[in-house]
């Protein structure tokens, strides 16, 4: 529930942490929760990315290109876990299409989790077209300034190229866009409404670095309502922070959870508007860091805002599952056969 990596090392030459180090730590901490948040825009680049271990000591603009059809090529047997419950694929996103709101989840670098959201949007797509129903698509990926970039693309009338620039993609999240690329052909394809849901990482950055205090009034105008006393969500960031010590002189942890809310409440806040404009028939699906995803993350905001449940949603590796801790953090798994 933290950042990419190049964030940390941005914190560190500002308050001493050693350069190098954390990204390791912070994947540590990713195996252990089995899940993460993503782009927080303060430190811990991988915890918060949901990158796996393997990648830890690097960012993720510094491996090589994945070929273009990676997604494709990790397609896999679903199933979801609901409770107890198992469901089969057809029987997954039948009732799956019965959800108003919906947060799915994924661990960035991973192109299995990428499937399973294609195929996520692609049957919520085609179920609403045939219903005549709005259906809405969030990305943590995309920052809210950038907002004609990702309506442009989607829309068609932006070509890659000239999109990944205007959204200042490689900076501001960097994971290969082959893994990313389905989704948004997926939501061109179906003319959905496309929506950059993460906050500035200015302003992110700053929380964490200085507190919610040091916010001049145009900054603090960006804010939306925020609540920094759930128990459980604090709960599960003071877990992931617990084998993160900051350094004397480091950026406090009260500071960088205020972050850490604000990145979850300013998601969550695009999403219930959305849903509140487009009407009762409405449907919306958030694709984010699986932390961002976990019960009082983006789905609890967005039903405090809404007063109706948003579908807390992640997937797992089938080979994986056993080893998965959070699984009550979750209303469903979806489980990828590999």
Known sequence: MLIHSGELVAISATHGLPAGSAPRTAGLQARRLGTVLSGLALFAGLLACGASTSARAEAPEARAPLPADIVEKSALPIYALVGEEKLPEPALWERLSHARAICFGEQHDSPAHHYAQRRALEELAT????????????????????????????????????????????????????????????????????????????????????????????????????????????????????????????PK???????????????????????????????????????????SAIPGRVTRRLQQPMLSVTPVLASELSKFKDRSRYDWLVVLED
Request: aromatic content about 10%; some cysteine; hydrophobic content about 45%.
């Open 127 to 250: 179920r609403s077209a045939a219903e005549h129903r709005s259906l809405g698509v969030g990305f943590e990926m995309f920052q809210r300034p950038y907002q004609p970039a990702l309506t442009g693309f989607v829309g068609g009338s932006l070509a890659e190229a000239q999109f990944l620039i205007d959204s200042d993609y490689k900076d501001r999240w960097g994971f290969d866009f082959a893994l990313y690329r389905p989704l948004l052909e997926t939501a061109r394809e179906f003319s959905l409404e496309a929506l950059a849901l993460n906050a500035p990482k200015e302003l992110t950055r700053k929380i964490g670095r200085s507190g919610l205090a040091q916010l001049d009034a145009g900054e603090k105008d960006q804010l939306p309502e925020l609540d920094l006393d759930n128990a459980e969500h604090k709960a599960y960031f003071d877990a992931a922070m617990a084998e993160h010590p900051m350094p004397a002189g480091g």
């Open 253 to 295: 942890l009260a500071d960088m959870y205020a972050a850490q809310v604000v990145w979850d409440e300013t998601m969550a806040d695009g999403a219930a508007q959305w849903l509140t404009h487009a009407g009762a028939n409405a449907q919306f699906i958030v694709f984010a860091g699986s932390g961002h995803c976990h019960k």
